[in-house]
């Protein structure tokens, strides 16, 4: 894809230190585009060499974060087989050195939840509905989630997010501990954009530092499990249980596993 494409659907605002990235496809639902992961990916690594950016802030449009990854591009990755090896956004926001501030409106799906897990600040308007589909589409867990997410809440309350794959609200996602605070949709931009200023006031060597401090007991085992979730992730793609719920998902009907052991 083009940059031109990148660029309409991902917009970039570098201001008062805060880098803001808007996920910008609202007609689906801010479905990822591997050119919207890559500017993504730019966007954070150049902010983490860039000392004028103290902060990154991602957000979605208004009643939408985003519904993930494109899913049309996993069904026509499915063959490849490097469609998450070669994602540029999953290092590049599990390695960020500089803090990230998430502001969640409407529908958060697969990535668009487990990216929050990196995040150290989450928001989310009433309206958030979070969602880990990816048993339901005959995948498995990425972006460190197997690891992060019974960590986070334990095991259990985990289980359910990944195995059952049904949407929680905002109230339950603060309360299992990916959320820092809900608000009203109204009040949701000055809520992160409020945080994303008194952080970029902070001493920034000391905001850095403490962040590197709070991951450095899990940083090593989470990037070895990431590698290992990407390589099942692969294989699962190409998986006749992925190609049955893509082939659902595009035909708007339910898909029916019953066939498979
Ligand atoms: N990839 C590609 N297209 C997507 C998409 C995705 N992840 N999510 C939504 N879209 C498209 C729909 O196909 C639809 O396109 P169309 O108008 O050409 O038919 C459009 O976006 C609007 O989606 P729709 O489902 O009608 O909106 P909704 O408000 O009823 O539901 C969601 C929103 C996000 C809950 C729902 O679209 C959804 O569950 N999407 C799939 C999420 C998913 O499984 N992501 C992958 C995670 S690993």
């Known amino acids: 894809m083009t940059e031109q494409h990148s660029a309409k659907n991902i917009l970039l605002d570098s201001r008062d230190g805060i880098l803001r990235i808007q996920m910008n496809r609202p007609e689906k639902k801010n479905a990822l585009s591997r050119a919207m992961y890559q500017t993504m990916a730019d966007a954070l690594v150049g902010a983490d060499r860039d000392d004028s950016i103290r902060v990154a802030l991602i957000t979605g449009t208004e009643d939408c974060f985003t519904s993930g990854n494109d899913l049309a591009d996993f069904q026509a990755a499915a063959s490849s087989g490097n469609e998450r090896k070669l994602n540029p956004f999953l290092p590049a926001i599990s390695r960020m050195k500089k803090p990230v501030i998430a502001a969640v409106s409407g529908p958060a799906v697969g990535i ?150």
């Open 112 to 261: 668009g939840t487990t990216m929050l897990l990196h995040c150290d600040l989450v928001f989310a308007g009433t309206s958030a509905r979070f969602q880990l589909p990816f048993v339901n589409l005959g995948l498995c867990p990425e972006l460190g989630s197997s690891f992060l997410l019974p960590r986070i809440m334990g095991h259990q309350k985990a289980a359910r997010l990944l195995l059952l794959g049904e949407p929680f609200g905002a109230e339950i996602a603060c309360e299992l501990g990916i959320v820092n605070e809900v608000c009203e949709e109204g009040k949701l931009s000055e809520l992160a954009v409020g945080a994303a200023r008194r952080l970029a006031g902070q001493p920034p060597a000391s905001v850095r530092l403490t962040k590197a401090l709070m991951k450095r007991a899990h940083e090593k085992t989470l990037q070895e499990i990431m590698e290992e979730e990407i390589e099942h992730f692969s294989n699962r793609l190409s998986s006749p249980e992925a190609a049955e719920a893509f082939q659902a998902f595009a035909e708007k009907r339910k898909p029916d596993f019953s066939r498979f052991s």
